[in-house]
């Protein structure tokens, strides 16, 4: 984020859990591995299934 970084995603597919970093905001945890991420304004339409994410 200290270099300019708009959205950085970090994806613990062990603990399932991804944590959401975005400048001046608190980091948004999400637990599971059941839905999508959305790269949304920076990204438009672009979506992760975090469900292809392999768990093993």
Same mark, same amino acid.
């Given at each position: 984020?200290? /270099?300019?970084? @708009?959205?950085?995603?970090? &994806?613990?597919?062990f603990?399932?859990?991804? $944590?959401i970093? /975005? *400048?001046?905001?608190?980091? +948004?945890?999400? +637990?599971?591995?059941?839905? @999508?991420l959305?790269? !949304? *304004?920076? $990204? *438009?339409? $672009?979506?992760? !299934?975090?469900?292809? &994410? !392999?768990?093993?």
């Open positions: 984020m200290e /270099n300019g970084c @708009q959205l950085a995603w970090l &994806i613990d597919r603990d399932e859990q991804v $944590f970093y /975005n *400048p001046g905001k608190e980091v +948004k945890i999400i +637990k599971g591995m059941g839905g @999508q959305s790269g !949304d *304004p920076l $990204f *438009p339409g $672009f979506m992760l !299934d975090l469900s292809l &994410i !392999d768990q093993s």
